[in-house]
């Protein structure tokens, strides 16, 4: 008999949330390895993200879904008031006068479009809330993370997972030839909750409210653009840099002072070729990374972490963790939503990326006639919400 009903290897976000999610059906969870940190060295030319020691600036934008989750871990209410804040509209810009698309929270019947949370404190809340778990034993290594005795190994190690590429598992990557340049700012004008995104090609550009350093007036900063640019942008002092932001934003979330220190990490879109088999099974970016246009990655982990938690518990009793019809289950689920996202994200940075002025004619128009079919964007936001 296996030693841990489960082992989870990979202790970021996912990783943390899925021993969580496990260890309340009573499962004996082991919990392996270290954060798989998503901000990349400025030299990793693998597309795929490697880890670097850098203060982390990320701010995650978590749907309804991803907070009942937190909510039903215990978890959502031991963050610090000022590490999460509610997103009541969020205006999109294109590269035209006049072309843009509005979401609201009022026009949902919803308290909020989504919420941006401080990923270090999210991670810390997690493994505060693992450290008090009854059945879950951490197993971290310093020379490396040995096999470990489990019916069931959930591999939660991120976008480079080793234990991924072990099993022989194939995760192609497509390279967007992009970075993701990500700081917190602060600004002269409140916020009032509303995050702004700007579609201009060839970079995306969002301003994500957020309560640090001062409530009403942070915003996490999320900007996609060229390889080549993004070296321009890290190489810029803190002056010339909020000078580019102002240029960038036109001034209209005020005047932006940068109050972190600058990362970037390449962007791509891939996808695990499978992603269970026998007695194993991928969560999170070790089986699929998009875009972060949407803000949808950490979604769609915690949405795999909630379906997998969802078929262990309605497995019938005499079929085992490591069944590889109960996992395929698993992998029927998942599959139609995570496409789905692949395919949106790409379309529109494919959309947006480029130059033509035919497709930049159409995308604005597009925006525009998007926003007066309210029904239509009504149901958008409807599934961004729900997840």
Not at 89 to 104: N, Q, R
Not at 129 to 148: E, K, N
Not at 234 to 252: H, I, K
Not at 317 to 342: E, F, Q
Request: aromatic share 6%.
């Amino acid at each position: 008999m296996a030693t841990f009903d489960v082992c989870v290897r990979g202790a970021g976000a996912v990783g943390l949330a899925a021993a969580l999610a496990l260890a309340r059906q009573g499962l004996s969870v082991a919990l392996q390895g270290g954060v798989p940190l998503a901000i990349a060295a400025p030299t990793d030319t693998t597309g795929v993200g490697a880890a670097a020691a850098r203060p982390d600036v990320r701010a995650y934008a978590l749907n309804a879904a991803s907070v009942a989750l937190l909510v039903s871990l215990k978890v959502w209410d031991a963050l610090p008031a000022d590490a999460r804040c509610a997103v009541y509209d969020m205006h999109i810009e294109g590269d035209a006068p006049g072309a843009a698309l509005d979401f609201s929270a009022w026009a949902q019947g919803a308290e909020q479009l989504a919420w941006i949370v401080d990923a270090a404190e999210l991670e810390s809340a997690l493994g505060s809330a693992v450290r008090f778990a009854p059945h879950i034993t951490r197993l971290d290594s310093v020379d490396g993370d040995p096999a470990v005795d489990a019916a069931l190994l959930v591999l939660a190690e991120g976008k480079a997972s080793a234990t991924r590429e072990r099993l022989g598992v194939q995760m192609p990557v497509q390279r967007y030839g992009q970075r993701a340049v990500a700081a917190r700012l602060l600004s002269d004008q409140g916020h009032a909750g509303l995050a702004r995104q700007w579609f201009r090609s060839p970079d995306i550009l969002a301003l994500l409210p957020f309560d640090r350093p001062t409530r009403g007036h942070g915003f996490g900063l999320v900007w996609s653009v060229p390889d080549a640019r993004a070296d321009e942008l890290m190489a810029l002092s803190p002056e010339a840099f909020e000078w580019a932001l102002a240029d960038a934003t036109g001034g209209v979330a005020g005047r932006l002072r940068l109050v972190s220190e600058r990362a970037d990490w390449p962007l791509a879109l891939a996808r695990a070729e499978a992603v269970c088999g026998a007695g194993w099974v991928l969560v999170g970016d070790a089986a699929h990374i998009v875009h972060p246009l949407a803000g949808q990655g950490l979604n769609l982990g915690l949405a795999d972490v909630a379906v997998l938690a969802e078929v262990l518990a309605g497995r019938e009793t005499w079929r085992p963790l490591d069944d590889s019809k109960l996992l395929a289950r698993y992998a029927r689920r998942r599959d139609l939503p995570v496409r789905a996202v692949g395919h949106v994200t790409d379309g529109l940075l494919q959309v947006f990326a480029s130059q033509q002025p035919v497709v930049r004619e159409l995308r604005n128009r597009g925006l525009n006639l998007l926003n007066r079919l309210t029904p239509l964007k009504r149901l958008l936001a409807a599934r961004a919400l729900d997840g």
